[in-house]
């Protein structure tokens, strides 16, 4: 048995284990892909990771979660990227321990084994390792290095005032393609929205101001954007309404996640800011994955859970449902309502519930359509790959197919299947 692929969780452990797992690593010639989130009080197993990795010439993708900062590290994973002619893809982060990034020279070395690297394609890390001037030698080194196709700036909701520098450093560099900014905390600075780097942003606020009603009237003209995470409240029919006229102009908006709470209404109120984001959802044509949570002091009632569940269930555009209800009974209101006609739907492909399910007929029948549609997905995708296939049996049924063959083909736009 050859072993291509490792992930696991690494603590320091005792100094004979850190030494054995260096020398695998330097002796191995099969393992491809390593994921590692490491022990964050220590960097004394990272070492013995990174100094393993220096020697290894078969490893091309290698990602480590909560790589901790400091000279030794920084500097190896420095003579790694001088080094190494193999490794395809890095990912470091999070990291901890930023401040360790003193002096200069420690990130300024790291940086410049990034520009000089050869082989690396894509390259993923924190955004707050340097400061502006940093990244706009990064940013012109991209202009002339092919190899790297894809930079992945990790971002928090901390480094909101970085995040609008790096942006401004971006613009014009040209290389706005190859960039991607993960995650925007929606702030003051509205030209951050605007950067084509920028493809998912989040509305944190509570306070549901004019300012995240302006982004969401801006939101249908920016193609960039994909992936929209906002609170709403259902006493804010204000707020909801811009949410809701978002939804149903955009076209461009492919992962929408919701965030219910109750807000200020009393109890017995109408959910109507609720009710008019469903009834955008109904006219919306991009989403294809659907986020809904509830937050432990909102309850939805039946008529708005089966309006839900109808949702899903009759659109041709979703394929992925994430649900997160606050009690057990509006999971079994959603679920079976859901269940009811669910077999004429081809689309959903994945769905999750977070509060939990009992294992009742009605969430079986889901389940069953769910798997019968991802199986679908994969034998359209070995169609569209030219394997020996059944294409009569396909034109026959190219209703169902038709589904599938539009889900397999976005994805052979992200995997060469």
Not at 5 to 21: H, N, Q, T, W
Not at 100 to 123: V, Y
Not at 139 to 148: C, G, H, V
Request: aromatic letters at 8%; hydrophobic letters at 40%.
């Amino acid at each position: 048995m050859t072993l291509k692929e490792l992930s696991f969780r690494y603590d320091a452990g005792k100094a004979e284990y850190r030494s054995a797992f260096r020398d695998y690593l330097q002796s191995t010639t099969t393992l491809e892909t390593l994921k590692i989130i490491a022990s964050c009080d220590s960097s004394s197993c990272q070492i013995s990771i990174l100094e393993g990795l220096y020697v290894n010439r078969s490893v091309s993708t290698f990602i480590l979660d909560f790589f901790r900062i400091d000279r030794k590290n920084t500097e190896l994973m420095a003579d790694v990227l001088q080094e190494n002619n193999v490794l395809r893809c890095l990912h470091l982060g999070p990291l901890t321990g930023m401040g360790q990034l003193e002096p200069p020279n420690i990130s300024g070395r790291f940086l410049e084994a990034i520009i000089r690297n050869e082989t690396l394609e894509e390259l993923s890390i924190p955004v707050h390792i340097w400061e502006q001037a940093r990244w706009a030698r990064l940013f012109r080194a991209l202009t002339y290095k092919e190899k790297m196709k894809k930079l992945t700036i990790l971002t928090s909701m901390w480094n909101t005032q970085l995040l609008q520098r790096i942006c401004s450093a971006l613009s014009g560099s040209g290389v706005e393609e190859k960039v991607c900014l993960g995650k925007y905390y929606v702030e003051g600075d509205v030209s951050v929205v605007e950067c084509k780097a920028v493809s998912e942003i989040c509305f944190i606020s509570q306070a549901e101001d004019e300012l995240e009603r302006g982004v969401l009237q801006l939101l249908p003209s920016l193609n960039h954007i994909t992936t929209v995470s906002v609170g709403v409240s259902r006493s804010n029919l204000v707020f909801s309404s811009a949410v809701a006229n978002y939804v149903r102009a955009t076209t461009s908006l492919r992962v929408l996640k919701l965030f219910i709470s109750s807000g200020e209404t009393p109890p017995n109120a109408a959910n109507m800011g609720w009710g008019v984001i469903l009834d955008a959802l109904s006219q919306n044509t991009s989403v294809t994955e659907l986020f809904v949570s509830l937050s432990n002091i909102f309850s939805m009632d039946e008529e708005d859970l089966k309006k839900l569940a109808d949702e899903v269930k009759k659109s041709k555009h979703i394929r992925r449902g994430e649900f997160s209800f606050e009690m057990l009974t509006e999971t079994s209101v959603f679920v079976r309502r859901l269940s009811m006609d669910i077999g004429a739907n081809y689309t959903l492909t994945s769905i999750l519930l977070r509060t939990g399910m009992e294992p009742t007929r009605e969430w079986f029948t889901v389940l069953d359509a769910v798997r019968r549609n991802s199986d679908l997905v994969t034998r359209a995708a070995l169609f569209l790959k030219t394997s020996r296939c059944d294409k009569y049996v396909i034109v026959g049924n190219w209703r169902r197919y038709n589904a599938a063959f539009s889900t397999a083909q976005e994805w052979r736009k992200r995997v060469d299947l």
